[in-house]
């Protein structure tokens, strides 16, 4: 009988099955793996090697890091989504990641499908005004500027700060101090992805005036932290910022005001100051 074979066949694969509990498991494994690989091609990529055999292996120890770090994130994927449904947090955790390595091999177009679903799901889950809503806008910003589509990142890096800032005040009128953490960090970057857009888009003095802004928080944030961690992670994206708003004056031929930036710049980084030449306007470098 048929019927009665494939009943058997049936109950087979249900003993050959891995129960739920024991398949979330393991995507949370394979998920803790992704992120150790990923933090390890981070690190590798940010490291600072003057030798040129040195900056090659870094290079190809990020690039091997991160396909690992793949691997396990779409396994991780694969599990989740069987295990949750497609549109748990879990599963948006696990694409924001895929999404973020593919933005960081330079595979912009393949990103966006990922980073786009993890938005769909956070905003799904979360609604619209979320620190994680707001992440995912922030790294759509990021694609859009990689495409060439200025207009697009302006959009979603100032959708992102809007939320962080309803946030942050949310926040400061709650009494007893609850609701979301907003990151620093992020409303920062947000605002320099504001400022990367216009930069791109030629509107120069709105610009500069998203960047002076960054810089006055940034400060204000250095003055607060009492940790040298703190001060470390602020001065080099301090210096980051100071060294863009001193190209931008330079190609505006402020070049006194160049100096200053360019001069800051290089002691938050502990470089020659006698090395800044603001003679030659160029390009300022993107945030």
Avoid: W
């Amino acid at each position: 009988n048929n019927s009665n074979s494939n009943d058997d066949e049936d109950e087979e694969n249900k003993k050959k099955t891995p129960p739920v509990e024991m398949q979330a498991m393991v995507a949370t494994v394979l998920y803790n793996i992704g992120m150790i690989h990923s933090s390890s091609a981070s690190s590798s990529s940010s490291s600072n090697n003057n030798n040129g055999n040195g900056q090659q292996q870094q290079q190809q120890a990020a690039i091997m890091s991160r396909q690992r770090a793949l691997h396990s994130f779409r396994m991780c994927l694969q599990l989740r989504r069987r295990c949750f449904g497609k549109d748990h947090l879990a599963v948006a955790s696990v694409l924001h990641n895929i999404g973020i390595l593919m933005l960081e091999e330079g595979k912009v177009s393949q990103c966006l499908e990922q980073l786009e679903e993890s938005l769909r799901i956070r905003k799904l889950v979360h609604g619209p005004i979320h620190p994680n809503v707001a992440t995912s806008l922030r790294h759509l910003g990021r694609v859009h500027q990689e495409r060439g589509e200025y207009y697009l990142a302006l959009s979603h890096h100032q959708e992102a700060a809007a939320i962080l800032h309803q946030l942050r005040q949310e926040s400061s009128s709650n009494a007893a101090g609850a609701g979301a953490v907003v990151s620093e960090s992020d409303v920062v970057e947000a605002q320099i992805g504001i400022g990367q857009a216009l930069q791109s888009m030629q509107r120069i003095e709105e610009a500069l005036q998203v960047y002076t802004g960054v810089v006055t928080v940034l400060r204000t944030s250095k003055g607060n932290h009492n940790n040298k961690r703190g001060n470390n992670s602020n001065n080099g994206r301090l210096a980051r910022v100071l060294r863009i708003l001193g190209h931008l004056h330079m190609d505006l031929g402020n070049t006194e005001e160049a100096r200053a930036y360019l001069v800051q710049s290089n002691r938050l980084l502990g470089k020659s100051t006698s090395s800044v030449n603001v003679s030659q306007p160029q390009t300022a470098a993107a945030a």
